[in-house]
Structure formats: structure tokens, C-alpha cells
């Protein structure tokens, strides 16, 4: 028997509703529905797809555990913008139907892999270099590529994005529209202190050495907390071996997704 995993954003009502009614047209097709809230590695075992219901905060939160375990996600939004979803919630009797069918295709997306100190992680989005909640000053940062310095920006901050993460935080500190299927990474510093200092677009296969002076600096990936404090001053990123894989019905229109969503 088919199984398919169902998702949900907790703090919205509407979504459990959807989430139920998801669940009954899983069933009435004869295919088992589990629900976790906490996705838990045992979760993911066995299932074809995963349903999320919400909107783009909903999926990234669970983006990286179904692209470890190789299960694709069924986006449908209730949410504001939703960019990353395939459907909204008065399609979803069809979009479970065709999914359980194997009626759709797949759109890789890939994922930066982080790490400092000893510990790693994996974003869809971005990764956030920010000042720690407790310290005021700004943050000095050397940027290298593949060894070289490609960077020493004074700044508040600084984002480190993938295409799909292009269109979210880094664009609105100032980074470039990029299509989702190009093979880039994506530099913004945010608030930089100088007028020279600019996004910088890099292969996706580069290797990102991030040298921070400050000791009081905190790691954010796709905007949970992944280190409140870098000892080591120094983060590395590169592209990550998984990739996210979000079910479609139609083609991709990214540039009428972004006129739509962002007017």
C-alpha cells in the first residue's frame, strides 16, 4: 500500500483542516496517511511523498529531512506568498489524486551544506552570518572562494543563498533576482558599510570560507538557530551531495511566480 506523509503547519487552523481532508482523499484512494509533527528519521520510512500544508516556513521546515531521506514534498499553500508550493488548498483533491497516480514531475532543488565548529547542517534557503541577540557591534568578515579572498566587508551581516533562497532574505537585503534552475550561489552582505560592496554570484560548486573576527557571532540556517556562538570564527560552505525534489503539475513561470507574489 501507498504511503503518504502529511505535514502541517501546527499554529494555523486552516491548514489542520486541510491536513484532514488531505488525509480522507489519501484514504478513499486507498492509500495510507501518516501525520507527524515532529518528522521524527522513522517518519520518512517507506513514504512516496510528503504532503505539507502551509506556506514556504512550512516547508522549509521539513525540506532537509524529506531530501536526506529522498522523498519528495507536495507544497500546498494556505499561507501568504508561497513560492515553493505546487498547489493551493482548493486544488488539493486533485493534486493528492494525481500524486498517488505518479501524474507529476519532479524539480530538484539544491542545498548548501554548513559547517563550524565540528558541527554541520544543510539549508534549502540560506545560511545567515548575524551578530549574536546580545552584541551591538557590527561584524567583520573575510569571504574566500575556492581559497581566494573574494571579499572583507564591515556589515551587519551577511547571507550566503541558493536560487531557491535568492528570492526570500537575500533579496530583500539587496541581492539579484536569480532563476531557480541556475547553478549558483549567491553572496549579500547586509548593511554593508561601504558603497562598494555588492552581491557576489559564484559557481555552486565553489568551496565558501567565511573568516569572522567577531567571537560573539551566531549561525542561522534557513532561519532556525544553528550555532549562537562561531569559537572558531570561520564557517564553510559548499554545495550540499542531497537535493530537495518539489512535485509540479505545470511548467515553472519563475519571473510570473515572482510579478505575482511580490507586486
Given at each position: 500500500?501507498?504511503?503518504?506523509?502529511?505535514?502541517?503547519?501546527?499554529?494555523?487552523?486552516?491548514?489542520?483542516?486541510?491536513?484532514?481532508?488531505?488525509?480522507?482523499?489519501?484514504?478513499?484512494?486507498?492509500?495510507?496517511?501518516?501525520?507527524?509533527?515532529?518528522?521524527?528519521?522513522?517518519?520518512?520510512?517507506?513514504?512516496?511523498?510528503?504532503?505539507?500544508?502551509?506556506?514556504?516556513?512550512?516547508?522549509?521546515?521539513?525540506?532537509?529531512r524529506a531530501a536526506i531521506n529522498g522523498v519528495p514534498i507536495?507544497?500546498?499553500?494556505?499561507?501568504?506568498?508561497?513560492?515553493?508550493?505546487?498547489?493551493?488548498?482548493?486544488?488539493?483533491?486533485?493534486?493528492?489524486?494525481?500524486?498517488?497516480?505518479?501524474?507529476?514531475?519532479?524539480?530538484?532543488?539544491?542545498?548548501?551544506?554548513?559547517?563550524?565548529?565540528?558541527?554541520?547542517?544543510?539549508?534549502?534557503?540560506?545560511?545567515?552570518?548575524?551578530?549574536?541577540?546580545?552584541?551591538?557591534?557590527?561584524?567583520?568578515?573575510?569571504?574566500?572562494?575556492?581559497?581566494?579572498?573574494?571579499?572583507?566587508?564591515?556589515?551587519?551581516?551577511?547571507?550566503?543563498?541558493?536560487?531557491?533562497?535568492?528570492?526570500?532574505?537575500?533579496?530583500?537585503?539587496?541581492?539579484?533576482?536569480?532563476?531557480?534552475?541556475?547553478?549558483?550561489?549567491?553572496?549579500?552582505?547586509?548593511?554593508?558599510?561601504?558603497?562598494?560592496?555588492?552581491?557576489i554570484v559564484l559557481p555552486a560548486g565553489c568551496e565558501v570560507?567565511?573568516?569572522?573576527?567577531?567571537?560573539?557571532?551566531?549561525?542561522?540556517?534557513?532561519?532556525?538557530?544553528?550555532l549562537p556562538r562561531v569559537d572558531s570564527r570561520a564557517c564553510?560552505?559548499?554545495?550540499?551531495?542531497?537535493?530537495?525534489?518539489?512535485?509540479?503539475?505545470?511548467?515553472?513561470?519563475?519571473?510570473?511566480?515572482?510579478?505575482?507574489?511580490?507586486?
Amino acid at each position: 500500500m501507498e504511503k503518504i506523509g502529511v505535514y502541517f503547519a501546527q499554529n494555523k487552523p486552516i491548514a489542520a483542516a486541510v491536513a484532514e481532508r488531505a488525509i480522507r482523499v489519501i484514504e478513499h484512494s486507498s492509500a495510507r496517511a501518516v501525520c507527524d509533527s515532529e518528522l521524527g528519521a522513522e517518519f520518512f520510512g517507506g513514504l512516496s511523498a510528503l504532503l505539507a500544508i502551509g506556506g514556504d516556513g512550512t516547508i522549509l521546515r521539513c525540506a532537509v529531512r524529506a531530501a536526506i531521506n529522498g522523498v519528495p514534498i507536495l507544497g500546498v499553500n494556505v499561507g501568504r506568498v508561497g513560492f515553493l508550493s505546487a498547489a493551493n488548498q482548493d486544488e488539493l483533491d486533485g493534486v493528492v489524486r494525481r500524486t498517488l497516480q505518479g501524474d507529476y514531475r519532479l524539480d530538484e532543488r539544491s542545498l548548501l551544506k554548513i559547517g563550524a565548529d565540528g558541527e554541520s547542517a544543510l539549508a534549502l534557503n540560506e545560511l545567515l552570518i548575524a551578530r549574536s541577540p546580545e552584541d551591538t557591534n557590527v561584524l567583520h568578515l573575510d569571504v574566500f572562494a575556492d581559497g581566494l579572498l573574494a571579499a572583507r566587508w564591515t556589515c551587519d551581516g551577511l547571507i550566503i543563498a541558493t536560487p531557491t533562497g535568492a528570492s526570500a532574505y537575500s533579496l530583500s537585503a539587496g541581492g539579484p533576482v536569480v532563476a531557480p534552475c541556475a547553478d549558483v550561489m549567491i553572496i549579500t552582505p547586509i548593511c554593508a558599510h561601504s558603497l562598494s560592496a555588492r552581491p557576489i554570484v559564484l559557481p555552486a560548486g565553489c568551496e565558501v570560507k567565511v573568516q569572522i573576527e567577531e567571537p560573539n557571532s551566531a549561525l542561522f540556517a534557513d532561519g532556525q538557530m544553528f550555532l549562537p556562538r562561531v569559537d572558531s570564527r570561520a564557517c564553510v560552505v559548499s554545495r550540499a551531495g542531497h537535493k530537495a525534489r518539489f512535485i509540479r503539475f505545470t511548467p515553472d513561470n519563475f519571473f510570473e511566480l515572482l510579478r505575482d507574489k511580490l507586486k
